[in-house]
């Protein structure tokens, strides 16, 4: 079983929809979970951070089930700059500076 | 304010060449962190490095490859006698201190092609 999963998609959605991605982590210590978005070729780049509590950033809502262990990401009235791929991302519990990667979750906004 | 520079951005050899990848922190960083990303798949940890010294190697292959961040220029990875597996984007990180991802800036990614 992977550390990370993420369902890679496609998730083809029309714009203005609201869409959401999950993500499940293996390990039950782990403490710090996030957001990257990547686009085709390029470099990740953090979207947020997850916290226990929930939390948004204008359209975008990430919330966390330590329970459950998985994290999610809700985007409200998508745009077409939203298209990318959106990976989760979840501290090595060894050491606060390695990170373990999802494989990342593929959205496509159509027009 | 220049971010973290990687070069080359594109990097084509032939199995059995040597591919040196550099990366340039941003300024004021003196950690760098390496990360391989194979295709449809997540970044991988590689290595952890400050300056002249490799703090953690433990997501490096055992062979062939090699790291190192001298006190002058750039972080260099180098991977000797390439093969096709090694056909990756390889992307460098800095940081200023010994964080956690929100402190930790990305490069553009050297994307390394073998032939």
């Known amino acids: 079983r992977k550390e990370v999963e993420q369902d890679p998609g496609p998730f083809n959605v029309p714009e203005g929809a609201t869409v959401a991605f999950n993500c499940t982590y293996s390990n039950s210590a782990s403490q710090s979970f996030f957001w990257y978005r990547q686009d085709c070729r390029k470099e990740p780049k953090l979207l947020m951070s997850?916290?226990?509590?929930?939390n948004e950033d204008g359209r975008f809502t990430a919330q966390l089930n330590r329970a459950s262990q998985y994290i999610s990401l809700l985007i409200r009235d998508s745009k077409l700059s939203d298209s990318a791929t959106y990976l989760c991302v979840v501290n090595n519990t060894y050491s606060n500076y390695q990170l373990i990667w999802g494989a990342g979750t593929k959205l496509i906004i159509k027009p | 304010n220049a971010g973290v520079m990687q070069n080359p951005r594109h990097l084509v050899r032939r199995r059995g060449q040597e591919a040196r990848l550099r990366c340039s922190p941003m300024?004021?960083?003196?950690?760098v962190y390496w990360y391989r990303q194979l295709p449809e798949e997540g970044l991988k940890f590689m290595v952890y490095?400050?300056?002249?010294?490799?703090?953690?190697e433990s997501g490096m292959p055992k062979e062939r490859f090699s790291a190192e961040f001298p006190k002058e220029g750039p972080s260099i990875l180098r991977i000797q006698q390439v093969v096709r597996g090694d056909s990756a984007a390889y992307f460098c990180?800095?940081?200023?201190?010994?964080?956690?991802?929100?402190?930790?800036?990305f490069g553009p990614g050297t994307r390394l092609t073998v032939t």
């Open positions: 490095l400050q300056k002249e010294n490799i703090i953690d």
């Open positions: 997850v916290y226990s509590s929930g």
């Open positions: 990180a800095s940081s200023h201190e010994h964080r956690t991802p929100l402190g930790q800036y």
């Open positions: 300024k004021g960083h003196s950690h």
